[in-house]
């Protein structure tokens, strides 16, 4: 099996997970879902049971908010497909983890983390599945975290983005591939 890197991003509530566990079930072999949201309320565990419930029986759960680079190679040994859900969320976590550190600090250790994820998961000949949020569409935020937040969270997807082999957009529950079959401009159909 060829590896490849495939990347569903969209906005809130778009489809994205429910596509990309469509994307998972349809590639062969042992699947391992890493999930990187933590219960931190009862909002939160209703949403997690969600996702635990729509997931096949025999898929692998692993439960990575923090520290994926030093889990992904024990993950990626033992399984055929991957599907990260979400960057966003693990994004979040990372930054509350640095919140007493300056904006070009959590950047720096951000760009540092994709990078070593976006490697391992490149050499390990496995598909990955990785989902995010477009969190850069709508208005600029108004307080600097939140801007932080959009900032960092734009440049992992950007990078995801530019490593996959494909790339979804999820709009209303529809995917549309945007990296696969890209119109460059000045290039036409």
């Not at 099996?1 to 906005?11: D, E, Q």
């Not at 994926?68 to 993950?75: E, G, K, N």
Request: include cysteine; charge should be neutral; charged fraction near 25%.
């Amino acid at each position: 099996m060829a590896g490849r890197i495939i990347l569903v991003t969209g906005g809130a509530r778009s489809g994205k997970s429910a596509f990309a566990e469509s994307l998972a079930a349809e590639t062969a072999g042992k699947k391992t879902y890493i999930a990187t949201a933590e219960i931190v309320d009862d909002e939160m565990r209703r949403r997690i049971e969600m996702h635990r419930r729509r997931r096949p029986a025999d898929w692998r759960t692993v439960e990575v908010p923090r520290h994926l680079v030093q889990a992904l190679p024990d993950i990626l040994v033992n399984t055929d497909v991957v599907l990260l859900d979400c960057l966003t969320v693990y994004v979040a976590t990372l930054l509350y983890d640095l919140r007493h550190e300056q904006g070009d600090v959590i950047e720096r250790i951000a760009r540092s983390e994709v990078q070593d994820m976006l490697r391992l998961m490149a050499d390990s000949g496995k598909v990955v599945i990785a989902v995010t949020n477009e969190v850069g569409s709508g208005i600029v935020p108004g307080d600097a975290v939140s801007r932080l937040y959009r900032d960092v969270a734009g440049m992992v997807n950007q990078s995801f983005a530019a490593a996959a082999d494909n790339v979804y957009l999820t709009v209303a529950g529809i995917a549309v591939e945007i990296k696969g079959r890209q119109v460059r401009a000045g290039e036409h159909l």
